[in-house]
């Protein structure tokens, strides 16, 4: 299994290797107010994937959170509940 993940990675890596040599033409951004950026393709794409990924970590962030408050406090009543049933109990010790 190792080995099927590192021949993956590679086959990725070389994937990712080959699109990034061919496009390598110089674009221009245009923004408003004129503004404009030149840099190669492939410099734009990874820019725009690494900010998709970036806001998409920051969208699941406030759920993250969330269900950790909610884990909190299931752990806290359970632990209230497991000390009041060893409160009603009586230990018995066996010979």
Not at 21 to 33: A, G
Not at 77 to 92: F, M, S, V, W, Y
């Amino acid at each position: 299994m190792r080995y099927l993940s590192w021949i993956l990675r590679v086959v990725l890596f070389l994937a990712l290797l080959g699109f990034a040599v061919k496009n390598d033409q110089p674009i221009t951004l245009r923004y408003f107010f004129g503004y404009e950026w030149q840099s190669t393709l492939v410099i734009v794409l990874l820019i725009f994937f690494a900010a998709g990924a970036a806001v998409g970590i920051l969208a699941m962030f406030a759920n993250v959170l969330q269900k950790r408050r909610e884990i909190a406090v299931l752990k806290r009543d359970i632990r209230a509940k497991n000390k009041l049933a060893d409160i009603g109990e009586t230990p018995q010790q066996s010979r």
